[in-house]
């Protein structure tokens, strides 16, 4: 019964930023982690973060660490993708996703997924 909507998504040129949200349906929202993740054109879902309900800790991709940075307001039942210093590669539909925990298994991008997003679409391009 969960939805999920992400926005933020656009055009933006190399070295720029996007602020993307995934905003949850209800207060039943904050009682999951929430994953980011991304598909490039030609490209196999990869995870780009995750911020965990159980102890509040955020992890990364290494690909994208130092430059993306995720965060929660519960109060709006959102949780937040900031991207940073962006490249051309970086280019995807990025989905949210509420998740039962931050825990990933190899070649199961959707371990312990319980809902997903419809996507956002970042373009980085000049």
């Known amino acids: 019964q969960l939805q999920l909507v992400e926005s933020g998504g656009g055009l933006v040129q190399p070295g720029g930023s996007l602020r993307l949200s995934c905003k949850g349906s209800?207060?039943?929202?904050?009682?999951?982690?929430i994953g980011w993740f991304r598909q490039a054109p030609g490209k196999e879902r990869e995870g780009v973060s995750c911020?965990?309900?159980?102890?509040?800790?955020?992890d990364y991709a290494d690909s994208v660490k130092g430059r993306f940075t995720i965060s929660r307001d519960r109060s709006k039942n959102t949780v937040f993708l900031q991207l940073n210093s962006l490249k051309p590669e970086n280019t995807a539909v990025y989905y949210c996703?509420?998740?039962?925990?931050?825990?990933?298994?190899?070649?199961?991008?959707?371990?312990?997924?319980?809902?997903w997003g419809k996507g956002t679409r970042v373009t980085v391009s000049s």
């Open positions: 996703a509420a998740k039962y925990s931050c825990v990933t298994k190899p070649n199961n991008v959707a371990f312990d997924v319980r809902s």
């Open positions: 911020f965990s309900r159980r102890d509040g800790s955020t």
């Open positions: 209800g207060d039943r929202f904050n009682d999951y982690s």
